[in-house]
């Protein structure tokens, strides 16, 4: 008895479709109770939902490297995680330490706030701290000329009138 | 192998990736014709159906045997469907409602639909069914699930899914007579 590989084999000149032996069962039978169905029932009892040729087996493949395989995948990048963690662990320790280290050499210098004596803070603070009033002023752009002319003004009589008032006695000297 | 067996199996790290394989190949089937039934479209279906098992493997030691295995399966597919449409829609910017019919309106120019006018006209009549009663008639009518089976998945009495089913039943006749 010839066995379907050697009637193959005697060309004929014709040729079928890729794997169609292979799924030829499957399509016969899924159209014999396609048939069976319309004729005997009143509604479809098939969808007509069609699925790709091989469609459930490379299924479980893409479902397996999303999971199973994914996770094994994983497990070097977890440790690359673990020594970044540690790396990080060990850069916040050699920073605080370089920090109490540095504090610890002002203090021992002295010159921390704590010894600043409160004389030295005020003189600070009058020699390079404008007053308030005079801060107003410069920041009030909207009246900034005519505030400026004003102060000029009343300083220029308080001067003039106690350089009179200072310099009386040589008013003698107008009068030579 | 039972279920039970399965479970144990699946909850044992050093067991789970092979026991996960497993699950896969006896539920794949069962659960893309539960998905696909209510999404339409093959390609929709796949994104869902690798979805619900990547939740599935994630979160198994979650699973406290409270439910069979399936019905927990079901459950999640049933719910990644529903989160799915109304996602799509919102996408599409049309309501939930809106969606079946869109679907349905490019269903004929699908190549993995290759059902004819009836088939494509009951389609369409489970299209305006409110979504339980959808869920319901599939499973039952489609998947041909058991009433006791499909209560345990929608956590719905046999009662009142055997009255969801009735009305499902009655719309879908009322279509397609005028229609």
Redesign the interface.
């Given at each position: 008895m010839k066995l379907n590989n050697d009637i193959a084999k005697k060309s004929t000149g014709f040729v079928i479709p890729k794997a169609y032996f292979e799924i030829f069962e499957t399509r016969m039978l899924k159209k014999i109770s396609k048939t069976k169905e319309t004729t005997q029932k009143h509604l479809p009892k098939n969808t007509g939902f069609e699925v790709p040729e091989a469609y459930f087996s490379t299924l479980e493949k893409s479902v397996l490297d999303q999971t199973v395989n994914h996770r094994k995948g994983k497990v070097i990048k977890l440790w690359y995680n673990r020594i970044a963690k540690v790396a990080a662990i060990l850069l916040i320790l050699i920073t605080g330490y370089g920090i109490l280290n540095l504090n610890h050499r002002v203090t021992e210098k002295g010159d921390t706030f704590s010894n600043i004596s409160k004389e030295d803070l005020e003189l600070y603070i009058e020699n390079n701290i404008l007053p308030y009033s005079e801060m107003r002023s410069l920041l009030d752009t909207d009246n900034e000329f005519d505030v400026a002319e004003t102060n000029i003004n009343e300083l220029n009589r308080e001067v003039i009138l106690k350089y009179f008032d200072n310099e009386l006695d040589d008013l003698d000297l107008l009068d030579e | 192998m039972q279920e039970e067996e399965l479970i144990q199996l699946l909850q044992n790290p050093d067991k789970k990736?092979e026991a996960?394989?497993l699950l896969?190949?006896e539920y794949?089937?069962r659960l893309?014709w539960h998905i696909?039934?209510f999404v339409?479209i093959?390609e929709d279906a796949?994104d869902v159906?690798?979805n619900v098992?990547?939740k599935v493997?994630?979160n198994i030691h979650k699973f406290k045997g409270e439910s069979k295995l399936y019905s927990w399966m079901y459950r999640i597919a049933s719910n990644e469907s529903i989160t799915f449409l109304n996602k799509k829609a919102k996408k599409l910017q049309i309501s939930n409602e809106e969606i079946q019919d869109y679907i349905l309106d490019n269903l004929q120019s699908d190549?993995?639909?290759?059902?004819?006018e009836?088939?494509?006209k009951?389609?369409k009549a489970i299209a305006k069914l409110p979504e339980k009663q959808q869920l319901v008639f599939n499973m039952k009518?489609?998947q041909e699930l058991k009433y006791k089976e499909m209560s345990e998945i929608l956590e719905t009495s046999v009662g009142a899914l055997k009255s969801n089913y009735h009305h499902a039943v009655k719309k879908?006749e009322s279509y397609?007579k005028k229609y």
């Open positions: - | 990736d996960f394989s896969v190949k794949k089937v893309y696909r039934n339409k093959h796949d159906l690798q098992f990547i493997y994630r190549v993995y639909f290759e059902g004819d009836i088939q494509l009951l389609q009518y489609f879908i397609l």
